[in-house]
Structure formats: C-alpha cells, structure tokens
C-alpha cells in the first residue's frame, strides 16, 4: 500500500510539474515574433477582444504599421483562431495561432474551412 501511494504521490508531481510548465507559456503569446522567412517582426498583443497582429519591422515599409489580425479567439489549448490579412496579396484567410512554447509560435493561413493550409514558424523576440 505504501508503495502505490508513493507512486502515486510521484504521478501527480510528475503532472503538477508538466502543467505548470505548460502554463508557464500558455497564459500568452503576446510580445513580439520574429518570421524568419520574410525577416519581419510581428507584435502579438490583445486587440478587440482577442488575439492581434501587427507588423512592427519588414523588409517591406509599406507594411510597417500594419495590423493582419485583430479579435483571435481561443480555440484549444495555446490556440487561437481568428482572419488573418496577408499583404502580399490582399486576401484574408482563416488563421490558426498554434503556441508551441514560450519561444515558438506557429501561423497557419487556410482556406477552404482549414483544409488546406499553409504555416510558418516563428520565435520570440
């Protein structure tokens, strides 16, 4: 007996442990991102009730300035879901916020109900 509660008592630490860790990250993605594939930094913050996006540095300075999100909401554990704009061509498309740690985040931009999608990774400024 004294051996189960001993396992258990290292069962329930070994989780406490792994959601806190989770939590750690989990509680917001909001800072700001850097996309490695187009070289911008993007700001995270809390725009219209939900998640927002804004372009703070690009290669581009027509899109400095520009917000491609805004009102995100949480769809899952560290995601949120919401219209992105891509300003490459103009067109807004359902947006997937995937926070992987508290140094990763993933966009997905779909189409089509999230059939087909394409995403992006990017890390924490």
Not at 65 to 91: E, Q, R, V, Y
Not at 95 to 117: P, Q, Y
Request: proline share 2%; glycine share 12%.
């Amino acid at each position: 007996m004294k051996l189960l509660h001993s396992s258990l008592v290292a069962a329930a630490t070994i989780s406490a442990t792994v959601l806190m860790s989770q939590f750690a990250y989990a509680a917001s993605p909001n800072g700001n991102w850097f996309r490695p594939k187009t070289g911008a930094t993007i700001k995270v913050f809390n725009c219209g009730g939900g998640l927002g996006m804004r372009v703070i540095k690009s290669k581009s300075p027509k899109k400095v300035g520009k917000t491609i999100m805004c009102g995100a909401k949480k769809s899952g554990a560290n995601k949120w879901k919401g219209n992105i704009k891509n300003l490459d061509d103009g067109k807004t498309y359902t947006g997937i916020v995937t926070l992987k740690g508290s140094n990763s985040l993933s966009l997905a931009g779909c189409v089509l109900g999230g059939l087909i999608c394409k995403s992006d990774t990017w890390s924490r400024r």
